[in-house]
């Protein structure tokens, strides 16, 4: 099934608590949020790219730069810090009409715009067995819970990690659902949702000031080849 229209979303509060201004700091000669905009823009799938936002150097950086780019300014009700991503969506959605809605973060410099062209199209082909699709990294690792236990794996049994099952981590790089499911499920998840896999490297998220310099670091490694 091909949607017929697309619409992405990005949230971007103003504030940050852990590392000040990330969303419009400069990292390897742009501001962070240009970086996922113009992955955004570059997927043929994708027919709308929003901004959800409260900020007024993102406001600005958005009309200057990226004209085609709609903002949203967030209602001061739902720009406390604990508001939940999905109250968000449920807001913006409301406002912006399409069949399938994609949303990723600003935090997500590295995704690639093949990689979410790649994630609309696995899931057009699975829909509607599958509701939902949300990006993962796989991991082939020995975990334990905080008391010591082993979560995946038999420590009496020491296979190699490479033949051990694979877990899979919600890293937050993209979801796909539509606005019918949101409503239903007051989530973006839905019962029925497709795991996707994100290259380790693209789903480099920035929440502390070390993953900050992880991704410059990397983003200036990919202008130099």
Same mark, same amino acid.
């Given at each position: 099934m091909n949607f017929k229209k697309i619409a992405a979303f990005v949230p971007m509060r103003h504030e940050s608590m852990r590392v000040p201004g990330k969303n419009y700091r400069q990292i390897a000669g742009k501001p962070l949020y240009a970086w996922i905009i113009e992955t955004l823009l570059a997927v043929p799938e994708i027919d709308e790219v929003m901004v959800d936002t409260d900020s007024e150097p993102i406001l600005e950086g958005l009309a200057k730069y990226y004209p085609n780019v709609k903002a949203i300014l967030r209602p001061e009700a739902l720009r406390a810090d604990t508001t939940p991503m999905n109250e968000i969506l449920l807001h913006d959605t409301a406002l912006i009409q399409a069949d399938l809605y994609l949303q990723t973060h600003s935090t997500n410099p590295l995704l690639k715009s093949n990689t979410v062209s790649s994630a609309i199209q696995a899931f057009e082909r699975?829909?509607? =067995? +599958?509701?939902s699709l949300f990006g993962v990294t796989r991991w082939q690792t020995r975990l334990y819970d905080a008391e010591g236990k082993a979560i995946n794996h038999n420590p009496k049994e020491l296979l190699r990690t490479q033949d051990l099952p694979p877990v899979y981590e919600e890293n937050s790089t993209l979801y796909l659902f539509t606005r019918e499911?949101?409503? +239903?499920? &007051? &989530?973006?998840? =839905?019962?029925?949702?497709?795991l996707f896999e994100v290259p380790a490297l693209e789903a480099v998220d920035i929440d502390e000031e070390t993953d900050f310099v992880i991704a410059e670091s990397l983003l200036e490694h990919e202008k130099k080849h």
């Open positions: 699975a829909w509607p =067995g +599958k509701d499911n949101l409503v +239903k499920y &007051h &989530h973006r998840i =839905g019962e029925r949702p497709l």
